[in-house]
């Protein structure tokens, strides 16, 4: 074993586990100090594990670097046996990747909370798994025209997640407005990348590139991850309390409003001509306060209730505009509106906290 694959895969151990730990105590962390916005309402319990899939993911770098460093040892490097252990972590590690991606809000909209989705793509990547395997029985490790087919199938999957995690970084990242971290997580998922193309493709035989590329980007990825669980921990600390909040529909197109974490307090908000995002925000209260709490949620999509998720932008984006909020006490449509899963949405504000005036009640009764 060369000094350069001997450092690397020590690094690669430490780097990792320090990594995984240290996400795995912020998260537990966070957990501690904010279940009850992590776990609000009484229906389904919403538990973000994002963070802590990631740890796992990391976990399982720890285990192929200590793969890698005993097969050197031992110089079963070149087995099948050895070939089939780092498809399997691979896999393992792809799995937790996608699970973790499922958490993040800013995921394309086919993975995030989009349960039938992610077990689709569990399931072709268990079947790219099988395939890889197959291949290292039949081809080994021979190579064709200098491509490695035997790699070949993992590195399409990692090419997919890495796609998938850099438009979640980059949209996260600039949504929380850090874009110079949403550029430098994009520079780095390209990186992790770059790092998979000796795997399959020969030219790219240079090992001390090779391996510093590799070390660089586990390293980077251990920071963007660490950024990303500091801006979840203030986004959580900004989200106003449940129990904090308090609405009163007083007529049609009116309301008054009460979240003092965000410097609202009894304002009256007139929906004026805007009455579509009024009905919405009528529809969620009245299931939110009268019905039981398998019934309390919305869905939304092309063929739900609400045909879009613009309608409920719009109604945070009006309310924000009618009270003319401070850049730091503008609502965000996660404070008032909560993402069940499977396209269902249902409002935050506990049900003794929504008032109904009763002839308001008597009207929308009529139209239900």
């Not at 200590?66 to 046996?81: H, V």
């Not at 129990?243 to 609202?264: A, C, R, V």
């Not at 869905?299 to 505009?321: A, P």
């Amino acid at each position: 074993m060369s000094e350069v694959t001997q450092f690397h895969n020590l690094s690669h151990i430490f780097i990792s586990l320090v990594g995984a730990l240290l996400l795995l105590a912020i998260y537990y962390n966070i957990r501690k100090r904010f279940s009850a916005v992590l776990e609000e309402g009484n229906a389904i319990k919403r538990v973000d594990k994002g963070l802590l899939y990631f740890s796992l993911g990391m976990l399982v770098w720890v285990c192929s670097g200590s793969w890698a460093l005993i097969a050197n040892f031992n110089l079963f490097q070149n087995t099948l046996a050895y070939q089939i252990g780092v498809n399997i972590l691979s896999t393992v590690n792809n799995l937790f990747w996608l699970l973790a991606l499922y958490y993040v809000y800013d995921a394309p909209k086919f993975i995030y909370r989009n349960e039938k989705n992610v077990k689709i793509i569990a399931t072709i990547i268990v079947l790219v798994a099988s395939l890889t395997l197959l291949l290292s029985i039949f081809i080994k490790d021979q190579s064709f025209y200098g491509v490695k087919f035997i790699a070949l199938p993992d590195f399409l999957l990692t090419t997919f997640l890495c796609l998938l995690m850099g438009v979640s970084f980059y949209k996260t990242f600039v949504y929380r407005d850090l874009k110079i971290v949403a550029l430098i997580s994009c520079i780095v998922v390209f990186l992790l990348f770059l790092s998979q193309l000796s795997d399959v493709f020969t030219i790219f035989n240079n090992d001390f590139y090779n391996q510093l590329i590799r070390i660089i980007t586990k390293t980077s990825l251990v920071s963007i991850f660490l950024v990303l669980a500091t801006s979840w921990v203030i986004q959580l600390a900004n989200t106003p309390k449940s129990n904090e909040m308090k609405i009163q529909f007083l007529d049609w197109s009116l309301i008054e409003l009460t979240i003092p974490s965000k410097g609202i307090l009894k304002e009256k908000i007139d929906f004026g001509s805007k009455t579509t995002q009024y009905k919405n925000l009528l529809n969620f209260a009245y299931k939110r306060k009268y019905l039981n709490p398998q019934e309390q949620s919305i869905i939304v999509n092309s063929g739900g209730e609400i045909k879009s998720q613009t309608y409920l932008t719009r109604i945070i984006d009006n309310i924000n505009t009618i009270l003319n909020l401070e850049e730091e006490n503008k609502l965000e449509r996660k404070d008032l509106i909560t993402f069940i899963g499977e396209s269902k949405y249902r409002l935050r504000i506990l049900p003794e906290h929504i008032v109904l005036d009763e002839a308001l009640l008597a009207e929308y009764k009529k139209e239900l």
